[in-house]
């Protein structure tokens, strides 16, 4: 089990870009040589932005709404996990159908694997690979109590997209918590990137 | 009534189930002439066996009528039942040989995995397919008359050839399922011995649901080896106690079926319909993400997903486009969605994307010795 007494939170305005999640990443028991990571160039020829990705663990995952061999289960601690081996039949429904983009099916392998949070190590009271080499910390995994002394800004578990309401384990970092995160395309769109 | 309402029981998948064991008691009362050939010992495995068949339909039943699930269901019946199966069956052919029979797709997943669950797999089917016709009463050994040093082998009810009982035909027939448990062992430790050395099996798995099942069935084959060793060895020593205890492990296995980890042996074929479906995705092309015009989901899927979300109430997931219309989020690539996340969040702290709003940012009081701040 994942104590409940701590959270990871997630601030990409942090990020710096030196890719130490993503080989740490590959570190990590559960999906051992294979980085589950995602870091995004928000756009080169703007900015200097990068996006760390990690699952965001749903409460109600859509991922595993969608898989048609209900492999993906969610445990009591709120880890939503990798694909069960025996039962993934590579189909991507997850990979296409994930809010925030972050399964990858591997072809050949028939394989959906994703961030389970290190469960080997966060289950045994240890930080997730990423959280633990993070030098601007855009990936902090402490207790839930203390992210107050440590950020200005307030974890959000709470998105919308157009009508629908996601909400999740991970939190992202704001000013104000308590309206949740719309996520409109037309942010991409309209600023382009 | 109340016990089945105490069950929570889906009506269709009930009615599935009932009819397959249904099929499957027709099945046996003829393959054995009515019974005429059903050996007495072997019944309980039989009851156990039905019931299972029961389990499992019900399950596999339940299984397809999850959306998702149908979604896919439905696709490869309709293939089958197209003059496009005259194309797809002999690719269907190909890749049951590929993914089910020689189970590729988990040697390249790992080949310690692979060479564990090739043993495990293939011992188990060979197992059960030397004792599901013996259990169902369809083949059935004699003496050959009156000649005791000669076996008959009867397939459902008709001769079907003869051998002598010192002939290598007949140590074959007597000791396969000896092959069949000392194959199901090898693979069941193997798969204890990596289970213990992969730390992150040790941190996912369960006790019921991923060793138990290992554990019955080495229970199961070790039964089953002790009592040719009784036979052979020790004059029938403890025989029936050792039969009575390879029948109860067998019949908790059997009763298991339905509820634990063997059930994705019914599921895996799946996989095939899935791949075809991905072969005719391609073929019909790749739409093109509506943020960055990358192509990355195929056709097909993109309609059966866009219907899947309807059913799953999640079809509100819309953004406005610009110059009027919605884009769905299911036409946004894995990408552009992480990006979106990131967007979001830098306008909600600057009121607009800010492209050089990295740290620092906040001018947060952060007392912790890695920050770039500290």
Redesign the interface.
């Known amino acids: 089990m994942v104590p409940q007494d701590y959270g990871f939170f997630i601030d990409p305005q942090r990020c710096i870009g030196c890719r130490s999640c993503v080989g740490a990443c590959a570190e990590c028991g559960t999906h051992r040589g294979r980085s589950m990571i995602h870091l995004d160039e928000m756009d080169r020829f703007d900015s200097p932005q990068t996006v760390p990705t990690v699952c965001m663990h749903c409460e109600d995952p859509i991922c595993a709404q969608v898989c048609p061999s209900d492999a993906i289960k969610r445990s009591e601690d709120g880890v939503v996990h990798a694909a069960q081996k025996p039962r993934c039949i590579g189909c991507q429904n997850c990979e296409l159908s994930c809010p925030f983009g972050v399964p990858i099916v591997f072809s050949g392998l028939e394989q959906m694997l994703k961030c389970d949070l290190c469960y080997d190590r966060t289950s045994v009271g240890h930080k997730p690979m990423c959280a633990t080499v993070c030098p601007s910390q855009a990936l902090l995994f402490v207790r839930k109590d203390e992210v107050a002394n440590l950020r200005h800004n307030k974890p959000l578990r709470d998105f919308l997209i157009g009508s629908v309401r996601v909400k999740t384990k991970n939190a992202i970092m704001v000013p104000d918590p308590e309206t949740p995160l719309h996520l409109d395309a037309a942010l991409l769109i309209d600023g382009g990137f | 009534m109340s016990l089945l309402a105490e069950l929570d029981l889906e009506p269709r998948p009930l009615l599935g189930a009932a009819l397959a064991t249904l099929a499957l008691g027709a099945a046996v009362a003829l393959g054995s002439r009515g019974g005429r050939w059903l050996d007495p010992a072997l019944l309980g495995y039989l009851l156990a066996t039905l019931f299972a068949c029961f389990g499992i339909a019900y399950r596999y039943f339940a299984?397809i009528e999850?959306p998702?699930?149908r979604?896919?269901f439905r696709h490869t019946l309709r293939t089958l039942l197209s003059p496009r199966a005259l194309k797809a069956l002999p690719r269907m052919a190909l890749l049951t040989v590929d993914?089910i029979v020689l189970q590729r797709?988990i040697e390249?997943?790992s080949i310690k995995r692979w060479g564990a669950h090739a043993l495990l797999a293939w011992g188990c089917l060979l197992g059960f397919a030397v004792t599901i016709p013996l259990v169902f009463g369809w083949v059935r050994f004699t003496s050959e008359g009156l000649d005791a040093t000669r076996y008959q082998a009867w397939v459902l009810g008709f001769p079907a050839g003869s051998f002598p009982l010192d002939s290598f035909l007949a140590f074959v027939s007597f000791h396969i399922l000896d092959l069949a448990a000392v194959m199901v062992i090898a693979g069941c430790v193997l798969s204890l011995i990596r289970r213990k050395q992969?730390?992150?099996d040790?941190?996912?798995q369960r006790f019921d649901l991923d060793l138990l099942p290992l554990v019955l069935l080495i229970a199961v084959s070790m039964t089953g080896l002790m009592l040719t060793a009784s036979e052979k060895w020790l004059q029938g020593r403890n025989f029936a106690t050792l039969a009575f205890l390879h029948e109860l492990t067998v019949i908790l296995l059997l009763l298991g079926l339905p509820f634990g980890?063997l059930f994705?042996v019914v599921?895996?074929p799946?996989?095939v319909g899935?791949t075809i479906?991905?072969a005719e995705g391609e073929a019909e092309g790749r739409l093109a993400c509506?943020?960055?015009g990358t192509a990355?989901?195929r056709a097909n899927?993109r309609r059966d997903?866009g219907e899947?979300?309807k059913v799953?109430e999640?079809d509100?997931?819309?953004?406005?486009?610009?110059g009027g219309g919605?884009?769905h989020?299911?036409d946004?690539?894995?990408?552009?969605?992480?990006?979106?996340?990131?967007?979001?969040?830098?306008?909600?702290?600057h009121g607009?994307?800010d492209?050089?709003?990295?740290?620092p940012?906040?001018?947060?009081p952060?007392?912790?010795p890695?920050?770039?701040k500290a």
């Open positions: 299984w999850r998702a699930t979604m896919y993914q797709f390249k997943r992969d730390e992150g040790t941190a996912t980890k994705h599921q895996r799946a996989q899935v479906y991905k509506k943020g960055c990355f989901i899927q997903l899947l979300w799953l999640l509100g997931a819309r953004h406005s486009a610009p919605s884009i989020h299911l946004l690539c894995p990408r552009c969605k992480r990006r979106l996340v990131a967007k979001a969040q830098s306008t909600r702290l607009a994307f492209p050089f709003a990295t740290i940012v906040h001018a947060e952060i007392p912790d890695t920050s770039l």
